[in-house]
């Protein structure tokens, strides 16, 4: 390319040719800024739709589990002073219970379900086969062993239980913190309260609450 002269009208000056360029060079950034950041929020939104999946997906589970809750009756042993009670044992960190839903894609039969919460791996679930001639030793069986659990939610930091208690004859019931079938022998709460606080990759947490009916009872 060739300079023009002052008093030639072709060509263009290397001042004109330096402006072109650097303001050729400031579009390329900004495009490239501008394609940076929408390519950072479309990777935060799919974090996000990711991390509300995993949520629905472990409460969907729990609530699934939780409402099946079957009746099971246990027969104490013959130094066990307690009459016969059902298989609910919960506190307000963890719960026992047996389902008729289960993980291990058995075709039939009940599972022994515990749920508490690990420190360090979040929201745990443990699961073995409920059979007659061991449901009557429940604090003994393996349920929490490596090879019976499952990590529900790491996203979970925490748990609060609560159980619902109402007597047929009663107009109103109560939430309790424990529930010890030993003392309610003859029935299961109503509901279950499950409040799961939540944590994020950027350490936000939020809270979600869910009100699982024992379908059991309305049969």
Sequence with gaps: MTLRRADSPAGFTL???LLAIGIFAM???AIF???RLGIGAWTRGERTIEHHQRIRAATDLLYRLI????????TPGELDTHDSHMAFFGDAASLRFVSYANLQKRSCGLSLVEVWLDAERGLMLGETAALASNLPELD???????????VLSPDVRGITLRYFDKKKREPQGEWLERWDPRDKNIRLPRMVEATLTFSDDRGRSFDE??????MSNLL
């Excluded at 409402?67 to 246990?74: L, N």
């Excluded at 609450?209 to 024992?214: A, D, N, W």
């Design 140 to 150: 003994k069986l393996p349920v929490r062993d490596p090879g019976n659990t499952t």
């Design 67 to 74: 409402s099946a809750t079957y009746p099971y009756w246990v």
């Design 33 to 35: 800024s501008s394609l």
């Design 209 to 214: 609450t869910l009100l699982i009916p024992i």
């Design 27 to 29: 579009v390329i950034a």
């Design 15 to 17: 001042i004109e040719l």
